[in-house]
């Protein structure tokens, strides 16, 4: 039973379409996060919610919006892709806010934009 | 200007080595964490550490927090192929601040070939 799941798992389309990558966790927790991985394998963090509500939004362009109907799920929706979006995009949750405890990762969706 | 510096980024031995990869960051952090990363899955937790000066031990790793709790260091005995992949440090609590957001480093890439 995988802990935090994301689909797709691979996703490739053309410049200025409009694409979502949807993630569940099952493990109860009350925080999860969106991650970008680049080329360079350099993971820096997009977005933090806690409880449904946004804590943490980084310097992301107004493209990349984020949902979360419920504790458990976390959506990441991205509009006008851009070349620059190509990167590895990683779903995490954690227990608690505002606590150093682990960080559980997706297996990660690998966006290609042509 | 990278927060944490990990070094070195790449680093090839032959099985049974032993080795040390380095974490260091000018910010005090509250507590630090090393990651795994192998290719195609999202990074694993393998250790946290929250007191400066701290030492944990992994079956063959070796984890270590900085006194001034600036830096960290994980060593490696008798490295084995299954040791192979990214190794990610992560900061919480910059300069007393919010232990919710994560600082990664941008990795060291080990390879251990048999």
């Known amino acids: 039973d995988t802990a935090v799941s994301q689909t797709p798992k691979y996703l490739v389309t053309q410049m200025g379409n409009d694409k979502s990558i949807k993630c569940e966790q099952n493990?109860?927790?009350?925080?999860m996060y969106w991650y970008k991985q680049d080329s360079k394998k350099f993971l820096k963090i997009m977005f933090s919610?806690?409880?449904?509500?946004?804590?943490i939004n980084e310097t992301v362009p107004n493209r990349f919006s984020p949902k979360s109907p419920d504790k458990a799920h976390l959506n990441l929706h991205i509009n006008s892709l851009e070349l620059g979006d190509s990167a590895v995009y990683f779903c995490a949750s954690s227990q608690l806010w505002g606590r150093a405890g682990e960080l559980f990762f997706g297996e990660g969706s690998r966006l290609t934009v042509l | 200007t990278q927060l944490l510096e990990q070094s070195p980024q790449f680093l090839s031995i032959q099985e049974g080595e032993n080795l040390t990869v380095y974490c260091n960051s000018s910010?005090?952090?509250?507590?630090l964490q090393w990651y795994r990363q192998e290719p195609g899955e999202g990074p694993v937790l393998l250790v946290t550490v929250v007191t400066g000066g701290e030492v944990k031990k992994l079956k063959r790793l070796t984890f270590q927090f900085g006194d001034a709790r600036k830096d960290s260091s994980l060593h490696i005995t008798a490295a084995q192929p299954g040791d192979t992949g990214l190794y990610l440090c992560a900061g919480a609590g910059k300069n007393g601040g919010s232990q919710g957001n994560l600082i990664f480093g941008k990795g060291t890439k080990l390879s251990v070939k048999p």
């Open positions: 919610y806690n409880n449904k509500e946004l804590i």
């Open positions: 910010s005090v952090f509250s507590s």
């Open positions: 493990l109860g927790h009350d925080t």
